[in-house]
């Protein structure tokens, strides 16, 4: 079965990076894009960009544009998510979530559980 | 960049009763309209693609409709387990996009 294991709650301060990652098993790694999510507490989903396991090529929300990158190790099968410059409005669980159609970007089928990311000094 | 705009903000229904939730695409997005289901302390779930098509495993209670830029979801008769906040996604192949409207939150009446 897939599953989508992300890594622990981090605490940061501003300024500071932060990187989650996400180890998908159960399935082809490199056959399905993986997307980024975040939810800042008691508030909606906000789509952060995607990537393509196979070749590693990205595609950033315009608002996060600079400040993210995506990356994955086939070797592990982990992506990951590195937020820079981060300021207290970047405190939200991040989740990473994969397609659910081979080779394209379409819907969010599987999620990982979250992980929390605290911004305060 | 589009725009995802849901109404209500908070709809109160009787169980049993229907639910209707809209989203609004600020340009045509013709079918490419998810809807999701977020409880609280979970991650969202998937429930209808391509508008109008329920995924794996949804009951037959949750239906989706539209096309362009206007967007329904129907939930027939709301059970317990349904209460929840629910959010449309716009979704694109390429350039990849995935915009999420604000929500409605599905509560008990």
């Known amino acids: 079965q897939v599953q989508l294991v992300q890594s622990g709650a981090e605490v940061k301060k501003p300024g500071a990076s932060v990187k989650v990652s996400c180890k998908a098993s159960?399935?082809?790694?490199?056959?399905?894009?993986m997307h980024w999510v975040r939810q800042a507490p008691g508030q909606g989903l906000e789509w952060m960009g995607i990537i393509n396991p196979s070749g590693g090529s990205t595609s950033y929300a315009q608002k996060f544009q600079g400040r993210v990158t995506m990356t994955r190790d086939t070797s592990t099968n982990t992506v990951y998510m590195e937020l820079s410059s981060l300021r207290s409005e970047d405190t939200a669980i991040y989740y990473c979530?994969?397609?659910?159609?081979?080779?394209?970007?379409?819907?969010?089928?599987?999620w990982g559980q979250g992980t929390l990311v605290t911004v305060s000094s | 960049e589009i725009v995802m705009t849901q109404s209500p903000a908070t709809l109160s229904v009787s169980p049993g009763e229907r639910a209707t939730l809209s989203c609004r695409a600020s340009?045509?997005?013709?079918?490419?309209l998810a809807w999701y289901q977020q409880k609280p302390g979970q991650a969202p779930r998937l429930l209808i693609y391509?508008?109008?098509t329920r995924a794996t495993g949804i009951p037959a209670r949750f239906s989706g409709s539209g096309s362009g830029t206007e967007f329904t979801l129907t939930v027939s008769s709301l059970q317990s387990e349904d209460f929840a906040v629910y959010y449309c996604q716009h979704y694109n192949n390429w350039p990849p996009e995935g915009t999420f409207g604000q929500g409605t939150k599905v509560e008990i009446k």
């Open positions: 391509g508008a109008s």
């Open positions: 159960g399935y082809t790694f490199t056959s399905y894009f």
């Open positions: 340009q045509t997005v013709s079918s490419n």
């Open positions: 979530a994969r397609d659910g159609s081979v080779g394209m970007t379409t819907t969010l089928v599987y």
